[in-house]
């Protein structure tokens, strides 16, 4: 049983998940006003990004003992995972799983993939890396309402 567990601001990682993974779909809701216009987004969200500051989520429960398989899913913001996903990481220390990465990003995905791992226990399997260049039309886009 798959765990799919993401965040994603304008529904590029959402859509590349559901495309491809079955299972229990986990989003996570950053806690933080969300600048309308794009340029601001780059400077503030990516500030934080940079910055390394694990950013809240609304919390939510998981049984990781359900699940076998662990699909986690982010933007790359200033070419690193989004500070959500790393607070999630670094709260949820789950063991023993085959986990995949996914990132979605405008074709400068950094270190993002190495800073996954970084999060992760030893322990864990990581059977799938996937970087998808398909954020091309962000400003075009919305945020994902709730
Ligand atoms: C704050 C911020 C910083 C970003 N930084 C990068 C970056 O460093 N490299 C890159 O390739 N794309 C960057 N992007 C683009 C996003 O990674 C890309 O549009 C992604 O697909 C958005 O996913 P989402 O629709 O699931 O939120 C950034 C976007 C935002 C909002």
């Known amino acids: 049983m798959k765990a799919i567990i993401y965040y994603s ?5 959402k859509k590349a998940l559901e ?16 600048p309308k216009r794009y340029f601001f987004q780059l ?9 390394n500051a694990k950013l809240a989520y609304e919390p939510f429960e998981i049984d990781f003992d359900k699940y076998n398989e662990i699909v986690l899913g982010s933007p790359v913001w200033a070419w690193t995972i989004c500070p959500f996903m ?13 986990v995949t ?17 970084k999060y992760l226990d030893p322990s864990n399997e990581i059977v799938d ?10 400003e075009k886009s919305t945020i994902i309402k709730r």
Do not use: C, W
């Not at 990465?101 to 996954?116: C, D, F, V």
């Open 9 to 13: 601001l304008s529904g590029h990682t």
């Open 129 to 138: 890396e996937i970087s998808l260049v398909l954020g091309l039309d962000y």
């Open 43 to 51: 400077a503030y969200l990516g500030m934080f990004s940079s910055f």
């Open 86 to 98: 790393k607070k999630f990481l670094k709260h949820n220390k789950f063991k023993n799983k085959k």
């Open 19 to 34: 495309e491809r993974f079955q299972g229990d779909f986990f989003r996570l809701k950053g806690k933080i006003k969300i």
């Open 101 to 117: 990465l996914l990132l979605t990003n405008e074709g400068g995905p950094g270190k993002a993939m190495e800073h996954y791992k």
